[in-house]
């Protein structure tokens, strides 16, 4: 690289820096709007359709859960459900209603589905896309149509993080901070 060419990237990236910054800042004042907006369809979920949504769990506004058979959902502490998953508790084509269990510190991938009946273990990560037909044993990782076990017996933490999540996340903001926030 030339000297040139090194000066350039070095401008480009603070630039960047500092652009990313304000973006940051300027979309952290959402975070309240989106926190109450979240709290709302959660009393709006277990108050009036009556679901067993527990208070810990965190969802994307996105999410789908069934209104047609609503007291058949069941979400545990810690659980993360992604956007546009959709959690099943009925099948009406086959006249089908059962009640769909998932475990506490969960994470459900983006636009998965669960069918009706499912029970999913805690401790258990269902990956984007998959559609769950049958029960996932606790500390276990799916993905796939259908959703096959690929990994099972891993410790996970809160919301489905892996316990080394902290450590990485870590480790990349002192390594933004080192480089002047030009990650």
């Keep these: 690289m030339k000297p040139r060419d090194k000066v350039r990237f070095h401008v480009i990236a603070r630039i960047d820096a500092r652009i990313r910054g304000r973006v940051l800042v300027n979309l952290n004042k959402f975070l309240k709007v989106r926190r109450l907006l979240v709290r709302g369809k959660w009393l709006v979920l277990t108050r009036f359709w009556g679901m067993d949504i527990d208070p810990t769990v965190e969802f ?108 990485t996340r870590r480790l990349f903001w002192e390594q933004d901070a080192a480089n002047g926030g030009a990650a």
């Design 60 to 167: 994307s506004l996105s999410a789908r859960f069934d209104k047609t058979f609503p007291k058949g959902i069941h979400i545990g502490p810690k659980t993360y459900v992604a956007f546009d998953a959709a959690i099943l508790a009925h099948d009406r084509t086959r006249g089908y209603y059962k009640h769909t269990r998932i475990g506490r510190n969960c994470f459900i991938g983006a636009r998965s589905i669960i069918m009706p009946g499912i029970t999913i273990g805690d401790e258990c990560i269902v990956g984007s896309g998959a559609v769950v037909t049958k029960d996932v044993p606790s500390r276990s990782i799916v993905a796939g149509n259908p959703a096959t076990v690929i990994k099972s017996g891993i410790p996970l933490k809160e919301y489905g993080s892996y316990e080394s999540a902290d450590e």
